[in-house]
């Protein structure tokens, strides 16, 4: 069997970072041009206004930077083979996971977020963010379903 890869949707990426960027000006807006606690938000105390504020545009901020990290990134989502497959859904975490040590393959809802969860044979679940992948999360996992039964048949037909 051939490697495959799910790519990143480039334009599902775009609107993650347009989504980000108008946060981040926007409350850098409302933070530069209500100095003094009144304006927009009057009646709300200076300390609250000022560290919602902040805290909004740093929290933005950072999450625009991941954005144009993730859509400079040549990286795909996932890279699957006969072997196991890279998680590359996170900024941080690059993991190559061994077929031997997958117990199951599953969609699951999560808080009202959708993932495919990978059961380990240890306990540990993965859950692996499609949202930016061009790719559904159904085909997707029947793609990992069949890389594993096909290791698993390979595997017992070794014995």
Not at 75 to 90: D, M, P, Y
Request: aromatic share 14%; with cysteine; glycine share 6%.
């Amino acid at each position: 069997m051939k490697k495959t890869f799910v790519e990143r949707s480039i334009i599902k990426q775009l609107l993650f970072a347009l989504g980000t960027l108008l946060f981040t000006v926007g409350l850098l807006y409302l933070t530069l041009t209500d100095l003094q606690g009144g304006g927009v938000w009057r009646g709300v105390p200076v300390e609250y206004f000022w560290s919602l504020n902040i805290f909004g545009t740093i929290f933005f901020g950072v999450c625009l930077v991941s954005c144009i990290f993730r859509l400079v990134s040549t990286q795909n989502v996932l890279v699957i083979s006969e072997k196991g497959f890279v998680n590359n859904s996170t900024m941080f975490i690059s993991k190559f996971v061994s077929w031997a040590d997958v117990e199951r393959v599953y969609i699951a809802t999560i808080q009202r977020n959708k993932y495919l969860v990978v059961s380990t044979n240890s306990g540990k679940e993965i859950n692996i963010s499609l949202d930016t992948a061009k790719m559904s999360y159904e085909k997707v996992q029947s793609i990992m379903q069949k890389y594993l039964n096909f290791y698993r048949l390979t595997r017992s037909s070794n014995m």
